[in-house]
């Protein structure tokens, strides 16, 4: 899937592999797609041969831990 990703949408780019699971795979769409045409792209994922389920995750910023809090 990772070499083809890019036929199933322009705007999709292949990150990598979530961590040892070989069948799940992590992509992503600039923010500005995204706001434009996401459920295109959504669509485009949800009926692709071999795709059984599409998760969209929102980036999140860590909070920083001070030394008083371990």
Do not use: C, F, Y
């Not at 040892?20 to 995204?34: I, N």
């Not at 059984?52 to 980036?59: K, L, M, R």
Request: glycine fraction near 8%; proline fraction near 6%; charged fraction near 20%.
């Amino acid at each position: 899937m990772p070499s083809s990703i890019s036929t199933l949408h322009p705007a999709l780019t292949h990150v990598g592999q979530v961590g040892s699971l070989d069948d799940v795979q992590l992509v992503s769409v600039p923010k500005e797609d995204w706001s434009n045409i996401g459920d295109d792209i959504l669509a485009s994922l949800k009926n692709s041969q071999g795709v059984h389920s599409v998760s969209v995750q929102e980036p999140k910023q860590r909070t920083k831990r001070t030394g008083d809090e371990l």
